[in-house]
């Protein structure tokens, strides 16, 4: 038996839009003219400006660092012994081969699998946006949500080089630098946090009709 179809109110049928700097609601004016809040005064918008184009600038601007910030070596370590550089993925094997498998996976996973997922994931809802797809709506906004929920951890992928860089200085006599690699890392972290704060979440409900489709 299909589920009950429903047609949900949205503010823009109601004729409101909401500012995007202090939330207050407003009468949306249909006159052509920039219409500003009259709280704030800024400009009020009924999506985000251009939310897809910019989405895709930080994406492709994301992924191109995500190469040397992979390739490049995060540290560089010059001791009596001699020196050597280290990339995220040569880390990951000596703690794997080192016994700490703990902190390997941890590294691992907050160092190259989460930033891979989050431009994977905003480039799905990027696509499907523009595309006016309308598949599966509720769960692409999840995925939404759990990117943002992740956006806010972000900056665990750079403590955790620190904390590589502090343990290798704790069990060596070593001085240790950081490479280039930990400023392209950096980078990927900012614009995939910039990426997902310009992607729109109402683009996913535009094309759905109020005749209930989202529910298929």
Known sequence: MSAPRTSYPSAQRAGLVACHACGLVSPLVRTGERQCCAR??????????????????????AAIMYVPANLLPVMHT????????????????????????PLAVIVFVASILVPMLKLAVLTLLAITAQTGSRWRPLQRTRLYRGIEA???WSMLDI????LTVALVRFRSLAEI??????????????????ASMQFDPRLIWDNIESSGKEHE
């Not at 005064?41 to 985000?48: D, I, P, Q, S, W």
């Not at 010059?78 to 498998?101: A, C, K």
């Not at 403590?159 to 620190?162: E, G, N, Q, S, Y």
């Open 40 to 61: 704030c005064g800024a400009t009020l918008h009924v999506r985000k400006p251009d939310s897809i184009a910019r989405t895709y600038a930080f994406l492709i601007a």
């Open 78 to 101: 010059s001791s009596l012994l001699g020196s050597q550089d280290d990339t995220i993925m040569s880390g990951v094997v000596y703690f794997w081969t080192s016994g700490d498998w």
């Open 150 to 152: 992740i956006g806010r």
């Open 159 to 162: 403590f955790v080089i620190t």
């Open 177 to 194: 630098t950081a490479g280039p690699g930990a400023v392209a890392f950096g980078v990927v972290v900012v614009l995939t946090m910039i």
